[in-house]
């Protein structure tokens, strides 16, 4: 997730997971393939990985089956990344005005050159490429089934859907139906992802949809526990961690500490900010005490204020299974470049954005 998946929070997830003798795959923010391959300082910055990642997983975007070809490479050759996912679910108007993210698999030849360039760049590598991708543009311009197909054929290891269409956005409900559908196309593993938000709704996810694994995103934003209770769950446990704000606390200092660990005080604590009020979701924490951690400029002011919190107030139950981040509203419309959607065989390659990072 762009903004948040960085190799301190990666690195926290995976102790999570790893402490209930689970694991995952903790994928990197999303990379743009021309900012890598032109050596875009911004882009080679957010490559960093932890000491302790020993799988390097990062999700690629690109528009040019060329590019994306070489930044595959790159990453297999410079990052020694174990598996590359590529994005084609970024539903903002700056990426599908440039026919990128979930606008790309409407252009079948296109989205399989892409698909195929990443896999064989990555192939004398042995590194697996799987693919990410959303329902369709909307309901009249779906492409999942062709993606899943087209994707397969290209030599993907797995393809992620994601139940929504790009107009939707975030909006509304994640359709699982059509995860089942992409799983009854396809032979390749098929990835669940949408409305994931306790551990308990991966489990109904596999079990209604017949998917391979689930892709978590919002769900995890402030509870990176969660992938403790994911581990448990897919053990056969029945383990769903209800931390009261002390441990909640803990893992917001634990969280700080890796960031800075990565970036150095200053830009640790301003990128620690953001994520103060997923932690303190439902908590009754004060309004000025959350105000001021959401502007905290070293460690030692966060355990201040951390020292104010109650570490004995329950997690707040109430909100369990309710929706996290951003939700908003379906789009208007679609931006999309002049005539996109006038052929669907099309193989146009739009220059891409060196800088692009909104994610999906
Ligand atoms: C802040 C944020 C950043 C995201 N960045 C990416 C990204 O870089 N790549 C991607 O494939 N999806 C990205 N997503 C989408 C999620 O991976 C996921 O597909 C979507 O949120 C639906 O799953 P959910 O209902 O479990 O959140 C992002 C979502 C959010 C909220």
Request: overall charge negative; proline content about 4%; aromatic content about 6%.
């Amino acid at each position: 997730m762009a903004g948040i998946t960085n190799a301190a929070y990666r690195r926290l997830c995976k102790e999570q997971a790893t402490a209930q003798g689970g694991d995952g795959l903790f994928v990197c923010e999303m990379i743009t393939s021309r900012g890598l391959v032109e050596g875009d300082e911004t882009t080679r910055r957010m490559l960093v990985f932890d000491d302790l990642e020993d799988v390097r997983s990062v999700q690629l975007y690109g528009t040019d089956p060329v590019y994306v070809g070489k930044a595959t490479e790159i990453l297999c050759t410079e990052y020694a990344v174990s598996h590359v996912d590529l994005n084609f679910g970024c539903p903002v108007p700056k990426v599908t005005r440039k026919g990128g993210g979930a606008a790309l698999p409407w252009k079948r030849k296109l989205f399989g050159a892409i698909v195929e360039s990443a896999v064989d760049a990555a192939a004398c590598h042995d590194v697996p490429v799987t693919v990410k991708t959303r329902k369709g543009i909307d309901d009249d311009h779906l492409t999942f089934l062709d993606a899943g197909r087209i994707a397969q054929e290209a030599g993907a290891a797995a393809i992620a859907l994601h139940g929504r269409t790009a107009i939707q956005a975030y909006s509304g409900e994640a359709d699982w139906d059509s995860i089942a559908r992409l799983v009854e196309h396809v032979d390749i593993p098929v990835l669940g992802n949408g409305d994931l938000w306790e551990a308990a709704d991966a489990l109904r996810m596999v079990e209604q949809t017949g998917v391979a694994g689930v892709v978590v995103g919002r769900g995890c934003l402030g509870r990176p526990w969660l992938f403790r209770d994911l581990a448990a769950a897919f053990a056969g446990e029945q383990v769903a961690t209800y931390p009261r704000l002390g441990e909640v606390a803990a893992m917001m200092r634990r969280h700080a500490e890796l960031l800075v660990e990565h970036m150095g005080e200053d830009r640790g604590c301003k990128e620690f900010r953001k994520h103060v009020s997923w932690y303190l979701k439902g908590f009754r924490a004060g309004g000025e005490l959350r105000h001021a951690m959401a502007l905290v400029t070293s460690l030692a002011e966060l355990d201040a204020l951390l020292a104010e919190l109650d570490p004995g107030e329950p997690f707040p139950v109430s909100g369990l299974g309710a929706p996290r981040g951003r939700q908003g509203s379906p789009r208007k419309r679609m931006v999309l470049p002049e005539g996109w959607l006038d052929d669907a065989q099309g193989g146009a390659v739009e220059r891409e954005d060196a800088d692009e990072t909104s994610g999906g």
